[in-house]
């Protein structure tokens, strides 16, 4: 299968899948984590990739992360000026699991919590008003570790600022919260690089995933 590449050229898109008569339209928007950056096996062990694979063949699952991406529009990568992110819009998704933050705990691009809340506030809401979208999940972003954290990632940052900003955002736009902070404390093997999950962090990743929408009593399940 062909890629198309980024508007950058320099990393692939995962391969869109079309949606056949009937599926539950899953889109995963977000950065690196979402895309999968660094994992083996790629096409097969991004996260979203699993989360198709144990949602079946009810749900057309599509991977829309684009590494280094923020959800301030001021920041290095802005996902909103993305194609990815047009096109994940244009997919008009019936759930959407939305994380980004990791990128924006960059010194250079961290304005504080109330510029990160409205930023990715305006990303939600572009999504909840969509027709076709039926709930949203919120990630928290994992923690990272190292000494230093790769990447110029800031461990506290995202602990202590982002977290709880993803937490209320989501309590208030009435969306599914996950955080994966929690999810992941204490489980740095299942980062290759500190950062990024691997095979077994991908996986862990996409049944948590799968083990909260099914909290939500989806029937499609």
């Not at 895309?35 to 829309?64: I, M, Q, S």
């Not at 109330?114 to 305006?122: C, F, G």
């Not at 009435?174 to 095979?199: I, M, R, T």
């Amino acid at each position: 299968m062909l890629f198309e590449w980024i508007n950058r050229g320099t990393v692939p898109i995962y391969p869109m899948k079309k949606p056949k008569s009937g599926q539950v339209r899953i889109a995963c928007s977000g950065d690196s984590i979402t895309y999968g950056y660094g994992v083996e096996n790629w096409r097969k062990n991004n996260y979203p990739a699993v989360l198709g694979t144990l949602l079946g063949n009810g749900c057309c699952v599509n991977n829309f992360g684009v590494p280094g991406s923020t959800a301030h529009s001021g920041g290095d990568r802005p996902y909103v000026k993305e194609r990815v992110f047009q096109k994940s819009l244009a997919f008009c998704p019936d759930v959407v699991i939305l994380m980004l933050g990791t990128n924006d705990s960059k010194p250079y691009n961290w304005k504080g919590q109330a510029v990160y809340r409205e930023e990715l506030r305006k990303i939600l809401q572009a999504y909840k008003a969509l027709p076709s979208v039926s709930s949203i999940l919120l990630l928290a972003p994992p923690p990272a570790w190292g000494d230093p954290v790769a990447f110029d990632i800031q461990a506290d940052v995202l602990k202590d600022e982002i977290r709880p900003v993803v937490q209320t955002l989501a309590k208030d736009e009435k969306a599914q919260f996950l955080d994966l902070h929690s999810v992941f404390k204490g489980c740095p093997e299942k980062f290759w690089d500190g950062v990024h999950p691997n095979a077994a962090g991908a996986k862990m990743l996409a049944k948590t995933i799968c083990q909260a929408i099914a909290k939500e009593g989806n029937v499609w399940l």
